[in-house]
């Protein structure tokens, strides 16, 4: 893993962040009688997802740092229920489609998972 000084070294975030727009974008196409229910939680865990992991990354114990990776985790699993139940539903029409949507949040997953182990094995207290 390359040297990581500060939030903007860590490919996890970046890729939150990519995954956090995708999902704005799909919430900008939601009906308003979503407003207060699907698109409210899919923008707040969008936004909480990288969040989490900025948070995470400024705490100074390793435990405290594992505990908001772990919260991020979280919400990406939210975001992943939340995108299937967009497409049943049948809000999923552009720009992005289901397997686009699922391909970031695995990607994201993947990076996320090593950088929590990355993390536990560190040498950091």
Same mark, same amino acid.
């Given at each position: 893993?390359? /040297?990581? /000084? ?28 979503? $407003? ?7 923008? $707040? ?31 990406? #699993? ?38 929590? #182990?990355? /993390? ?6």
């Amino acid at each position: 893993m390359a /040297t990581i /000084t500060q939030l903007e070294d860590l490919e996890v975030w970046k890729e939150a962040k990519v995954l956090a727009k995708m999902i704005y974008i799909l919430t900008d196409g939601l009906p308003g009688s979503e $407003e207060y229910n699907l698109k409210r939680h899919l923008k $707040e865990n969008a936004r909480g997802f990288p969040a989490n992991i900025s948070e995470g990354f400024y705490r100074y114990f390793k435990k405290e740092r594992l505990h908001f990776y772990s919260i991020a985790k979280g919400c990406l #699993g939210e975001i992943k229920n939340d995108v299937y139940l967009c497409n049943d539903l049948g809000y999923i029409k552009s720009p992005h489609s289901l397997n686009e949507y699922l391909k970031q949040i695995d990607k994201v997953e993947k990076i996320l998972n090593s950088f929590i #182990g990355y /993390t536990s094995k560190s040498s950091l207290q």
